[in-house]
């Protein structure tokens, strides 16, 4: 079946700093989307992606379709505790999601 | 508008008993999506459903099964549990077609003793 290579699977940050992370695919999405998950929850969209090139932004949050529909990177920008969480990509259809990367955030 | 709802929020069986899950969707979406959340562990696709067929299925035993309804909420079955099927269900509801966005209830948690 179809499967998303999602990196890094975990990170370690200082508050303030940047964080980015990737998903690639063997498959051809038209959709990729990205979400965030707290312990014992069900995951949140952050961020939808429409377009083959498409750049969206959602507050600290950036996103990029890759031009060959087969990869997406997240960044976050100026981290703070909050964003503590694990980060999955999903590329559409069907909903196919990466393994995810665990962010924790140090203040 | 309320957004994906999942019931019971947990729930407690014994193993060889049999568990119902519940989900109903946003309304006008008709795809409803079934994951397997194991403790600390990624999102593992069980089923697919999308206006009362389903389209897809992931690699699970066929004690795993489920349907859809007119109304488009959707019900996964768990038969002969196993100690190991202990996890977060959780079901995602979309529009049908492939430019479009997910949306995660808040999950089942299944305990298996």
């Known amino acids: 079946g179809q499967q998303l290579n999602q990196s890094p699977q975990s990170m370690f940050i200082q508050e303030g700093e940047d964080v980015s992370m990737n998903c690639t695919s063997s498959s051809i999405f038209n959709t990729w989307l990205w979400y965030k998950q707290d312990p014992g929850e069900g995951p949140v969209l952050l961020i939808a992606l429409y377009k083959a090139g498409e750049l969206t932004s959602n507050g600290r949050l950036t996103a990029q379709f890759g031009i060959t529909r087969k990869d997406s990177f997240l960044n976050i920008s100026a981290s703070i505790p909050s964003d503590v969480g694990i980060y999955f990509c999903?590329?559409?259809?069907?909903?196919?999601f990466g393994k995810g990367t665990r962010l924790s955030v140090i203040a | 508008e309320a957004g994906v709802t999942q019931s019971p929020t947990h729930l407690i069986k014994t193993r060889g008993q049999q568990a119902t899950l519940r989900c109903s969707p946003i309304s006008g979406h008709t795809s409803v999506y079934w994951y397997q959340q194991a403790l600390g562990l990624g999102l593992q696709f069980l089923l697919w459903y999308d206006e009362g067929e389903e389209r897809n299925r992931g690699n699970f035993p066929p004690r795993f099964s489920g349907r859809q309804f007119p109304n488009y909420s959707s019900e996964l079955n768990v038969n002969a549990l196993e100690l190991e099927d202990s996890a977060l269900y959780l079901c995602?509801?979309?529009?049908?077609?492939?430019?479009?966005?997910?949306?995660f209830g808040q999950g089942t948690r299944l305990t298996v003793v």
């Open positions: 999903a590329g559409l259809t069907p909903l196919v």
């Open positions: 995602a509801s979309s529009l049908g077609g492939q430019i479009t966005e997910a949306f």
